[in-house]
């Protein structure tokens, strides 16, 4: 058999070259100027955050470092107490709400025929709109002496209710303004997971000749089952940052009960100007968000991997 | 027009060695196709030469440059990908302009060298087109027109033409012979499809598991495979291996002696063979089907396959090991058939325990 | 068959009550003042008039503040598809000391809720005496790293054959990311530019705090000021006038674009 020069070239031992580096640092300036903001519009701000946490001090004055002093305080301060009890209660009346009903809305609405498409369209609407538009419309629709639900039931013979002073009637009256404002969301993050489910189910269900019924439970709601959680987890976190709709239709009030943990924040913070006492606050609400964030990425990963 | 040197070349991800130490010569203007299978390492020392891999060691000469310190724009290499890697946002003639814009052609030359490169092509009709309009072979046409633009030193071709359909493959293969004998250009081509390396090389690597198994024409690899392993990678139907005891025969050959006691005289010296049992190698095409009475043994026919110009009998030996033997295309064997078997000895390989082959000897 | 047409018409009286409160509001806002102050009943005795209009467009401060929206919610856009987009192709195609680790670092940004470093920003921005200013109120949304992550993602999507093919070409790294790779993350771009255009636009808490000169009110936080003073409010039909005048540009771009601002806030929050 003819030789050929493939065989090992025993003499050829020349000095080994290293292979051109792809490891190269001029490489990271493509993320410099991202990172440069990172640190310091997030990085630095939680940090000092942290630190701000444990002083005590004013706007002007030096800050003191009172340990977790700010801590003990805050679970000790009845309105801060409040506050968190509220923010409970307001998850509670708009989550489970606007999960059913987003996925209500997205199960009647997953058609192609253009009535469908139109009223798809008007539920996502005011998701569009900034919260002190949404405030102000629901506060001419709130209003006793000439709101929209006054005239109504002055013309119904009844006498108007003010819900937005009433302590009972208050924080339901700003779970329904959210409720208007947010109910976009959740209904498209089904419908496009009602678009994923594969149509060969569907065709193999009703081989099976499957009942409408049947299809939804055993079917649709499995292949939807992530999402579902997943919207739940998404808006619990929207919702554990309501602000704009109290600080603007309430401030609060009546008598604290439409105060949530953020306003408390704000308060503490722009009208009390207890910085540090503001960012204990701000910590507890973090550790609240990170833990409902933790449980999301344990879900969307897990998305990925099925 | 350019040669290539691959001089103890390796390269390991960690402790995974894909390429251990290879060296490699291939003359200016050759046709030189790799060919393994999937996970042998072929396609890595493809874009090693490329400069799309680095390499750990070892050094890589591209004509008299040595090239493995620069980057893949100054290789002078030019390669066409599995997936075509047009750019999708660019029209056909954008793209065979990209790499001539960055070398800095003039303009003029740029239009002249593309209008030859379509006009060879048949692509003309298509230059305006995005990638995303163009049909899978159209695609394939304009990735080989982008290369040949750059007019490289040396063509690189990474498994081009396997998403191809069958049809297409076939005519594609021919035409990218004809370019090579046109172009005279020294062409690696990376497949693992050994009809197209047959058909297309001057010479082809067989590579497995990082290294080379064997370097030849295609009728060295077929006649006289170096290795067990190349044996049975090339050729279809897969070389009959049959385990055989040796022994010293007439005028010096060495005699097999087959599970079934069956004894063939083969072509192979004795002398020189090592001791103990050994792996008789059988193509098809020697083995064929008779009627007669010049049968070397007799099985039963398990399988017939029908291929129209010729069939396929699996066959059932006694002592229970199997053989695929060749028919003529109209075959009147049916399964459960006995049948006769003629064995072309002389044709015969022998590979010993260490998979190496042993060939009969050089004829003039 | 009855029970799915019920659930229909269900959703079709949800409708009508999700425009309910929209249409009360544009039709305080085509009534007389004084009449409003009467009753406001009088909507349904159809005089209309549009003279709430015509005042709000002789008030110059409503027209400063869609000024001062656009240029920070253009701004953050602009700021926010160049940084993500730069890091989204180092952190996807590039190689360079420390990437892995940085490129966590800033998906554990994506769990830090505005809260956590709203006070702490607000003393930064006042040491640097910045308040009231457009980079004050375009800075910090710049990190979010919602953008990088979603431009890393898209980068990661797109094969590797085309830069190998360019590097074959003798592009540089610039020009890879320039000339090939940008212009196939258009999809993206849209997508990210579209949701930080709409969280600009609609932002509150910061621009509420940051900018406290009236002039430098986005639109958001001027019609909360307006709103702050209900009872001195100069009428009714002009407060609603305003309403609807803030409001009504983000609808009519909701309706021309709603196909992506739908995949945009649906791919936000989807992450």
Redesign the interface.
């Known amino acids: 058999m003819p030789s050929v020069a493939v065989e090992p070239a025993a003499a050829f031992t020349v000095p080994v070259p290293r292979g051109r580096g792809r490891q190269d640092w001029r490489s990271a300036l493509f993320v410099a100027p991202y990172l440069l903001v990172f640190v310091a519009m997030l990085v630095v701000p939680l940090a000092m955050g942290m630190w701000l946490s444990t002083t005590k001090g004013d706007l002007f004055g030096t800050e003191r470092w009172v340990g977790l002093a700010n801590f003990v305080r805050l679970f000790g301060d009845a309105i801060f107490l409040k506050a968190v009890a509220n923010t409970f209660y307001f998850v509670l009346l708009t989550v489970p709400f606007l999960t059913l009903a987003g996925l209500g809305l997205a199960l009647v609405l997953n058609r192609q025929e253009r009535w469908a498409a139109v009223l798809r369209t008007i539920f996502f609407a005011s998701t569009v709109l900034s919260v002190t538009v949404v405030t102000l419309v629901w506060r001419l629709v709130f209003l006793p002496d000439g709101g929209l639900l006054g005239v109504t039931a002055e013309a119904l013979g009844k006498t108007p209710i003010a819900f937005l002073n009433d302590e009972r009637l208050a924080m339901p009256a700003i779970a329904v303004t959210t409720i208007w404002w947010c109910i976009g969301l959740p209904m498209v993050l089904f419908l496009a997971a009602l678009q994923q489910v594969p149509r060969d189910l569907y065709e193999a269900a009703a081989l099976d000749n499957a009942s409408r019924w049947t299809t939804l439970t055993r079917i649709t709601l499995p292949a939807i089952k992530r999402t579902f959680f997943l919207v739940i987890i998404i808006e619990v976190i929207l919702q554990f940052q309501l602000f704009g709709q109290p600080q603007l239709m309430t401030l609060g009030g009546p008598n604290n009960s439409t105060r949530p943990i953020v306003l408390f924040i704000y308060e503490a913070g722009w009208r009390q100007w207890e910085l540090g006492y503001a960012a204990a606050a701000a910590q507890v609400l973090f550790a609240m968000i990170l833990i409902a964030a933790m449980v999301q990425y344990r879900l969307s990963s897990g998305k990925e991997a099925a | 027009m350019a040669g290539v040197q691959l001089?103890?070349v390796g390269k390991a991800y960690g402790a995974v060695t894909v390429i251990e130490?290879?060296?490699?010569?291939i003359p200016a203007g050759e046709f030189m196709v790799f060919l393994g299978p999937s996970g042998c390492g072929k396609s890595t020392l493809l874009?090693m030469i490329?400069?799309?891999e680095?390499?750990?060691?070892?050094?890589i000469r591209i004509g008299e440059r040595r090239v493995?310190?620069?980057?893949?724009?100054?290789?002078g290499?030019?390669?066409v990908?599995?997936?075509?890697?047009?750019?999708?946002?660019?029209s056909v003639r954008e793209n065979m302009a990209?790499?001539l814009r960055?070398?800095r052609v003039p303009a003029a030359e740029i239009a002249a060298r593309i209008a030859a490169a379509a006009a060879s092509l048949e692509i003309e009709a298509l230059l305006e087109r995005k990638p995303g309009q163009l049909s899978g072979g159209q695609r394939q046409r304009v990735a080989i027109a982008r290369a040949i633009v750059?007019q490289p030193e040396l063509f690189l071709l990474d498994e081009p033409l396997s998403n191809l359909d069958a049809a297409l493959r076939v005519r594609t293969r021919l035409e990218l012979a004809q370019l090579h004998r046109r172009l005279g250009t020294t062409m690696i081509f990376v497949t693992h499809d050994q009809v197209e390396a047959m058909t297309l090389a001057d010479?082809i690597?067989v590579l497995n598991a990082g290294g080379?198994e064997?370097?030849?024409t295609p009728m060295?690899i077929y006649l006289?495979p170096?290795t067990q392993f190349v044996a049975t990678f090339v050729g279809s139907p897969r070389i009959n291996l049959l385990p055989v005891a040796i022994e010293e025969g007439p005028a010096g050959s060495a005699r097999a002696r087959l599970g079934d006691g069956t004894m063939l005289d083969t072509a192979i010296r004795f002398a020189g063979l090592p001791q103990g049992a050994m792996t008789l190698g059988l193509r098809a095409e020697t083995v064929c089907v008779t009627a007669g009475d010049d049968a070397a043994t007799h099985g039963t026919a398990e399988v017939v396959e029908r291929l129209g110009e010729r069939t396929l009998v699996h066959t059932l030996l006694s002592d229970g090991s199997r053989l695929v033997a060749e028919d003529a295309g109209v075959s009147a064997v049916r399964p459960g058939d006995r049948i006769g078997l003629t064995i072309d000895a002389a044709a015969a390989h022998l590979f010993d325990a260490t998979g190496l082959g042993h060939?009969r000897a050089?004829t003039a | 068959m009855t029970r799915s047409r019920l659930a229909t018409g269900l959703v079709i009286l949800a409708a009508v009550l999700m425009l309910v409160p929209l249409l009360w509001v544009l039709a305080l806002s085509l009534k007389d003042n004084a009449e409003l102050m009467t009753d406001t009943a009088s909507v349904f005795n159809g005089r209309f008039t549009l003279e709430n209009y015509r005042n709000l467009f002789g008030n110059g401060d409503v027209f400063r503040w869609i000024a001062n929206s656009l240029i920070v919610s253009f701004g953050m856009t602009a700021g926010v598809l160049m940084l993500a987009s730069l890091a989204g192709y180092g952190f996807a195609r590039l190689e360079f000391p420390g990437r892995n680790l940085l490129f966590v670092v800033v998906l554990l940004g994506l769990a830090v809720p505005e809260q956590a470093v709203i006070i702490a920003r607000h003393q930064m921005f006042s040491w640097l005496g910045m308040h009231n200013s457009y980079p004050a109120l375009i800075l910090p949304g710049l990190s979010a790293p919602f953008g990088v992550f979603l431009m890393t993602q898209y980068f990661r999507a797109i094969p590797r054959d085309i830069d190998e093919a360019a590097l074959l070409d003798g592009a540089s790294r610039f020009t890879i990311f320039w000339k090939l790779l940008l212009p196939l993350t258009i999809p993206a771009q849209a997508t990210l530019g579209i949701f930080t255009f709409l969280s600009a636009w609609n932002d509150y808490w910061w621009p509420l705090i940051s900018a406290t000169n009236k002039d430098m009110f986005t639109l958001t936080v001027g019609i909360a000021s307006t709103q702050m003073n209900f009872a001195q409010t100069e009428g009714l039909g002009f407060l609603m006038a305003q309403a609807v005048f803030a409001g009504a540009p983000m609808l009519i771009v909701y309706l021309f674009f709603q196909k992506y601002i739908v995949q945009a806030v649906a791919g936000a929050a989807g992450r």
């Open positions: 001089a103890e130490r290879l060296s490699l010569d874009r490329a400069g799309l680095t390499i750990d060691g070892g050094t493995d310190t620069l980057p893949p724009g100054e290789r290499v030019a390669m990908f599995q997936h075509y890697a047009l750019y999708p946002h660019l990209f790499g960055n070398l750059k010479r690597v080379i064997q370097v030849g060295e006289r170096r060939h050089e």
